[in-house]
T-cell receptor, first 111, second 117 residues
Framework: GDSVTQMEGPVTLSEEAFLTINCTYT??????LFWYVQYPGEGLQLLLK?????DKGSNKGFEATYRKETTSFHLEKGSVQVSDSAVYFC??????????FGKGNQVVVIP | DTGVSQDPRHKITKRGQNVTFRCDPI?????LYWYRQTLGQGPEFLTY????????KSRLLSDRFSAERPKGSFSTLEIQRTEQGDSAMYLC???????????????FGPGTRLTVL
């Protein structure tokens, strides 16, 4: 069935480092793809989205490109800040408007 | 626009009791969703409404769970005879205001944290 996989484990890195969080998905069609972020003590917020192949979603310095060939939607940021510490979720939108979330990646940015 | 609101934010109950949660979507959004998130996991889809019609239900939604959206605006999620395994964050989301674009983006509320003792 349709599923999404995020890289294992928390990510700890220093301020101004480069961040990559991998996300791959399975799908029979071409779902819209989303990254959501959950800051400590807050609700889920949309970070960025892409709706078709080769689209690039971007927001707050984060980017992700819809790669149809590899069924991936990896999240990247060139220079992270302490304020980027949060949990990040990849989520394809499958049939009947169902978002399927990955397990999430805790990102901890150290000053 | 105000965002999605949920009430209560926290609920502690004893096993076997019934609980009901409320969700108010973003104004004029005609799609409403319920998800459940347990500690350390991503949210899992429970059910989805288009206006007042419940169009999709996950197999996670056992007989003890029922959701309604009687007038196509707010929604309630009721859990009967709660079990300790029901302890989780229950999230509501809404989407799709016709003609506004961004139709497939779901906006989430702050959630209701349920603890079953």
């Amino acid at each position: 069935g349709d599923s999404v996989t995020q890289m294992e484990g928390p990510v700890t890195l220093s301020e101004e480092a480069f961040l990559t969080i991998n996300c791959t998905y399975t799908a029979t069609g071409y779902p819209s793809l989303f990254w959501y972020v959950q800051y400590p003590g807050e609700g889920l917020q949309l970070l960025l989205k892409a709706t078709k192949a080769d689209d690039k979603g971007s927001n707050k310095g984060f980017e992700a490109t819809y790669r149809k060939e590899t069924t991936s939607f990896h999240l990247e940021k060139g220079s992270v800040q302490v304020s980027d510490s949060a949990v990040y979720f990849c989520a394809p939108l499958y049939g009947n408007n169902r978002l399927a979330f990955g397990k999430g990646n805790q990102v901890v940015v150290i000053p | 626009d105000t965002g999605v609101s949920q009430d209560p934010r926290h609920k502690i109950t004893k096993r076997g009791q019934n609980v009901t949660f409320r969700c108010d979507p973003i104004s004029e959004h005609n799609r409403l969703y319920w998800y459940r998130q347990t500690l350390g996991q991503g949210p899992e889809f429970l059910t989805y409404f288009q206006n007042e019609a419940q169009l999709e239900k996950s197999r996670l939604l056992s007989d003890r769970f029922s959701a309604e959206r009687p007038k196509g605006s707010f929604s309630t999620l009721e859990i009967q005879r709660t079990e300790q395994g029901d302890s989780a964050m229950y999230l509501c989301a809404s989407s799709y205001r016709p003609g506004q674009g961004d139709e497939d983006t779901q906006y989430f509320g702050p959630g209701t944290r349920l603890t079953v003792l």
